[in-house]
């Protein structure tokens, strides 16, 4: 795990920014699916404030990657020909719609459809960042990270750990319970299912792919096995996680048991990214 230990940066940063990003397709889902009075949006909006921490956290770790922080700005060199450059510049932009939308939101500027279409476009630009950072690792020179495995495994952590975010969110704006949350909670519960079969099923086909090859300097099967440990603890405790997330959603939506849920995610993505990040295996420059 000693090169996984090198990209905790990134690690922290691909774990809450994917989480943060997906829990505004969770709300955006949500206010398509009920309507929700004023005073239940005030709470809710206060309460948003959650997934943009996640993510400020989340950027701010992957200053820490570089080896001068102060030329972040130089990152945005490789725009149009950099996976890097292209998923940073998504990422800014998707961060600045997002605080832009709650900014709004808190000043009481979003009524109705505009709200609904604002929050939309949000989540659009969402699942586009999301993409956007596993395609960062499609690197021809390192297979073990160039395949479709990546960017699908990043969209269902952020669907599936949105989806929870986005159901501890509501039930702490108390906008969850009571038979007209019915179908709030069917559309999250199958944004929950969808994201936890590619989350598992993308980390699982990263996993194989690794064990498979073998260069001149490094044998996969070899270094899979190092860390097979991490990765069933992030199966374990991702499946986990998400059955407690549907429990949430199919009985009553409770913050305790919403909360240990979302605890049980973040820590299960973590794992699945110090693996993939262990799992770095190159065939040279």
């Known amino acids: 795990m000693d090169m996984a230990m090198q990209e905790l940066p990134l690690a922290f940063f691909t774990t809450l920014a994917p989480i943060g990003a997906g829990t505004f397709i969770a709300l955006a889902l949500a206010f398509l699916r009920a309507d929700y009075s004023d005073d239940q949006?005030?709470?809710i909006d206060k309460m948003t404030i959650i997934p943009?921490?996640?993510?400020?956290?989340g950027f701010a770790a992957s200053f820490f990657h570089l080896a001068n922080p102060l030329h972040a700005m130089g990152v945005f060199g490789g725009?149009?020909?950099s996976p890097l450059s292209n998923?940073?510049?998504v990422g800014v932009v998707f961060l600045v719609v997002a605080?832009?939308?709650w900014i709004l939101a808190m000043m009481g500027k979003l009524d109705g459809s505009v709200r609904k279409a604002?929050?939309?476009v949000v989540a659009v630009l969402a699942l586009i960042f999301a993409c956007f950072i596993g395609l960062a690792y499609y690197v021809d020179t390192i297979p073990s990270w160039a395949t479709p495995a990546a960017p699908i495994s990043i969209i269902g952590f952020a669907l599936a750990g949105g989806s929870i975010l986005g159901t501890l969110i509501l039930s702490l704006a108390d906008s969850m319970n009571g038979d007209e949350m019915t179908s709030v909670k069917k559309a999250l519960l199958?944004?929950?299912a969808v994201g936890a079969v590619l989350g598992i099923?993308?980390?699982s086909c990263q996993f194989v792919t690794a064990a498979g090859i073998v260069t001149a300097a490094t044998n996969g099967a070899q270094m899979t096995t190092a860390v097979a440990g991490y990765f069933a603890g992030f199966l374990v405790i991702f499946i986990a996680g998400a059955m407690i997330g549907a429990y949430s959603l199919i009985k009553e939506t409770k913050v305790p048991v919403a909360t240990g849920a979302v605890v049980a995610i973040i820590v299960a993505v973590f794992l699945a990214r110090l693996v993939f990040y262990a799992l770095e295996i190159s065939i040279g420059l």
Do not use: D, H, Q, T
């Open 190 to 192: 199958i944004m929950l």
């Open 41 to 43: 949006f005030k709470r």
């Open 52 to 57: 943009l921490i996640l993510l400020v956290i």
């Open 99 to 101: 605080a832009l939308y």
């Open 201 to 203: 099923g993308g980390a």
């Open 79 to 81: 725009l149009g020909s």
């Open 87 to 89: 998923e940073i510049a």
């Open 118 to 120: 604002f929050i939309c």
